[in-house]
């Protein structure tokens, strides 16, 4: 959760676009779609990445504008008052999917071992779920813990930004092998912080 205490600085970058994009009739849902576009769109160049930094540069940027978006969608919404349910469900849903098109993308392309990565999106998946499940138990919806889901993405962005400098292996692996093993560590670790959170609120 170290990145989402800087959500209220990242707003006064959102908000004023989110305003402009409002008025022009932009709705949320449109952007929402648009995130979940970019972040297949960072999945395929991660693929294909595997010695080729330029893509993992331009895979690191569509994640930047994929995590952008998210956060728009959401601004756009509290602006034009039409903030619900149906809305945070989509958000969740695509949320989810774009996970899984950014984490698949890295592993499936070589980065890292397969077993390895099957792990990382595992815990994400689980991490993500448990968030929203303190909800449904109705104590509040819960996203505690080391590495949330804004943690991961910056992270990702940084280690892009590393491999079009450096990138070779150290260690056996490439600065994104070893943030995959890096996330897998870390959202198993936030489950289980977040298993004992709500295990203590029942």
């Not at 006064?12 to 949320?28: L, M, R, Y």
């Not at 779609?33 to 930094?53: D, I, K, Q």
């Not at 260690?171 to 912080?193: E, K, P, R």
């Amino acid at each position: 959760m170290t990145f989402d205490s800087l959500r209220p600085f990242a707003s006064k970058f959102i908000e004023p676009i989110a305003k402009v994009a409002a008025d022009t009739g932009i709705s949320p849902n449109v952007v929402s779609a648009a995130s979940l576009v970019f972040a297949a769109m960072a999945g395929v160049c991660f693929y294909y990445s595997l010695n080729e930094p330029l893509l993992v540069l331009a895979a690191g940027f569509f994640v930047f504008l994929n995590s952008y978006l998210d956060a728009l969608d959401g601004a756009i919404a509290r602006y034009l008052n039409a903030a619900g349910n149906k809305g945070d469900f989509l958000d969740h849903v695509i949320d989810r999917y774009s996970d899984v098109f950014i984490i698949c993308g890295i592993f499936l392309g070589g980065h890292v071992q397969w077993q390895i990565g099957t792990i990382a999106i595992v815990g994400v998946l689980i991490t993500s779920y448990l968030g929203t499940q303190a909800q449904a138990m109705e104590i509040g919806r819960y996203y505690g813990g080391i590495m949330g889901r804004a943690d991961r993405l910056v992270y990702i962005m940084l280690a892009s930004i590393i491999y079009f400098v450096h990138p070779h292996q150290i260690g056996g692996f490439s600065v994104l092998g070893w943030l995959m093993i890096v996330i897998a560590i870390g959202s198993h670790i936030t489950a289980l912080q977040r298993i004992f959170h709500i295990w203590n609120k029942l």
